[in-house]
């Protein structure tokens, strides 16, 4: 599909972002906004606007009758589902600030944040919500009320605990809602810092609406657009491309079941728009590449001729040919068809995307853009236009949106989209943004015809292949503590989990061993599937306190310590981390074999 229908709610008609879900509603009613899997039903549903409407009413009811303030902050902690949409459209009509949480995060961080941002209110799925809750009970006394989308077993633990069926007053009239400033405070999304806690950052109505509107003006969406909705609706990403967009515009989400059922319901909901992380693209392109390598010779040639030419014809600015014609029909279909057959833009951000996964999949005549943000800028800061698409850049600015480099090369942003600042940390929102009020993203840059390219960063962050960013400093830092630990490199920049690479402090080694029964003679010992794991599950207890993304899932032993001598340490007895990646190739390669 190359064109439809363009109907972008302004933002001055809209006025908050619960106004943007009133007009959409008003103005297409009977459209389908929401498709979702049915599990009790075994097959897919639809929600129009007008359905979604009643839904939202009478979540409004139920909060209105707990007796919440304007600003109260309200969680949710939910998978991507029409229920998280609805509640937070009910939650922000009522002047509530709403503060996504992480499905998968670990116990003691919710609590936090529930603590941190001093929420009332919590919407969870179901019996696995209150499992991972059980623990940290007693410190959610804060809570007016738990309401649950699916029916749950009381417990003394969760007395305020109410299922969403019984907590929503259906088909009551509307209550009368508060006047929102567009300047007011929406939500509280929680990120990782590089140092202590998460930070609480605080978004308004007019960051997020005046970011998801220049986003429409430089990825034009249709009425007739179906997005697949899979990456958490707690991101900014997702949230603001999978969710306000085709609330702006007017198009369909469908609700993925899980990225273990994402190839299915490709082909079965066969989107237009596809919004993802690079990781995703990476799992076909293995896919893809495993298939290609067990064809004839004739086919593997027929394979790279079709990329090859498709690359070309990209770079060439379009067009057609006779041969790519030929090639699209017997190699490129066939792979689009598996993406569901209808795709005409795949948008991809949160982490770097490799060059060679763009070249495979543009060649293949998948219309693949990158873009760029944080969360601190609403979060978009650029995007490739379909017209003017670098692959190895991050995009231009969107429109309204300055950039300049700074000192050291590092990327500035200010526009209206840029965060409020840090919840009750005016330090740390001063070292992000400064007088002028621009932001400071961390980010190392270069920009050419307007295009930015990210070419490193200030500080160590490592970003995993999904969006997920963690600190490694403070990781190995704390991996470190354990006595048999010298020295520690966290690895995973672009990648789809983090390892790690450990020297052994040679006495708690050689008395470890004797304890453990393993034999320190034999020079491979360190390489036995038995002390990697006892080792592993050292660091995991030294790692407790951390995000659940921020989990090590392989390990490689060393016993001689980095040096000086070696080059792998400074003169300030910091590593040298490139120095030791690059002197360690082959070790990480097989950290991640398979991935």
């Avoid at 909060?63 to 902050?73: A, P, T």
């Avoid at 085709?246 to 299915?264: D, I, N, W, Y």
């Avoid at 005409?344 to 996964?357: D, F, K, Q, T, Y």
């Avoid at 060649?363 to 379909?386: A, C, D």
């Amino acid at each position: 599909m190359a064109k439809g229908t363009l109907d972008v709610i302004p933002i001055d008609v809209a006025g908050s972002l619960h106004g943007l879900f009133q007009e959409r509603v008003k103005r297409t009613p009977s459209s389908v906004a929401y498709r979702y899997y049915d599990a009790s039903a075994s097959n897919w549903s639809e929600v129009t606007w007008q359905e979604s409407a009643r839904q939202v009413v009478a979540i409004q009811q139920a909060l209105h009758k707990e007796g919440l303030e304007v600003g109260d902050r309200v969680a949710v902690l939910l998978r991507n589902s029409p229920q998280w949409c609805f509640f937070e459209q009910a939650a922000l009509g009522l002047g509530l600030v709403l503060v996504p949480l992480y499905t998968n995060d670990r116990a003691e961080n919710v609590a936090y944040v529930l603590q941190d941002a001093g929420v009332k209110l919590l919407l969870i799925e179901g019996d696995e919500d209150l499992k991972q809750l059980a623990p940290i009970s007693a410190q959610l006394q804060g809570l007016l009320r738990v309401v649950s989308v699916t029916s749950c077993k009381q417990t003394t633990s969760f007395a305020r605990l109410i299922s969403l069926e019984e907590w929503q007053m259906l088909d009551q009239p509307p209550v009368s809602l508060p006047k929102v400033d567009i300047d007011a405070l929406a939500t509280l999304v929680y990120t990782s810092g590089t140092t202590g806690r998460p930070k609480g950052v605080m978004l308004s109505h007019r960051n997020i609406l005046f970011n998801t509107f220049a986003a429409v003006e430089v990825f034009p969406i249709y009425g007739e657009d179906r997005m697949l909705s899979f990456l958490p609706l707690s991101h900014m990403f997702e949230r603001t491309l999978g969710y306000y967009i085709p609330m702006m515009t007017g198009c369909q989400v469908a609700f993925a079941r899980s990225v273990e059922k994402l190839a299915e319901d490709l082909v079965s909901q066969r989107p237009t728009i596809l919004i993802s992380v690079p990781r995703i693209y990476e799992r076909v392109y293995n896919k893809i590449q495993a298939q290609v390598a067990e064809k004839s010779p004739f086919a593997k040639g027929l394979f790279e001729n079709a990329v090859e030419v498709g690359w070309q014809r990209f770079n060439e600015g379009g067009g057609s040919s006779f041969r790519w014609t030929v090639l699209k029909k017997l190699v490129a279909d066939k792979v689009m068809a598996k993406l569901g057959g209808r795709l005409r833009l795949a948008i991809c951000g949160g982490a770097p995307l490799s060059p060679e996964v763009a070249k495979l999949f543009i060649g293949l005549g998948l219309n693949l853009i990158q873009g760029y943000g944080l969360t601190e800028t609403g979060p978009v800061i650029s995007g490739n236009p379909e017209n003017d698409n670098d692959p190895v850049s991050v995009g231009v600015p969107l429109p309204g949106v300055e950039i300049k480099v700074g000192e050291n090369d590092e990327l500035l942003s200010r526009s209206p989209s840029v965060m409020m600042g840090y919840w009750h940390n005016s330090e740390a929102t001063a070292a992000m943004i400064d007088k002028e009020g621009w932001l400071h993203t961390g980010d190392k840059v270069r920009v050419e015809n307007n295009h930015i390219y990210i070419t490193g960063r200030l500080k160590e962050i490592i970003v995993l292949s999904n969006g997920e960013k963690i600190p490694p400093a403070d990781m190995e830092l704390a991996i470190c503590l354990d006595p048999l630990i010298e020295q520690a490199l966290v690895i995973g920049e672009g990648k789809p989990y983090l390892s790690l690479i450990v020297v052994l402090e040679s006495e708690a080694w050689k008395t470890a061993a004797e304890q453990q029964g393993f034999d320190i003679k034999n020079e491979s010992v360190t390489d036995e599937k038995a002390v990697q794991c006892w080792v592993l599950d050292r660091v995991s207890h030294q790692l407790k306190d951390f995000p659940g993304y921020a989990k090590v899932r392989a390990i490689s032993i060393l016993t001689e310590l980095w040096s000086i001598e070696d080059g792998s340490m400074t003169t300030t007895m910091k590593l040298r981390r490139n120095v030791i990646i690059g002197q360690s190739q082959a070790t990480i390669e097989k950290m991640y074999e398979g991935h």
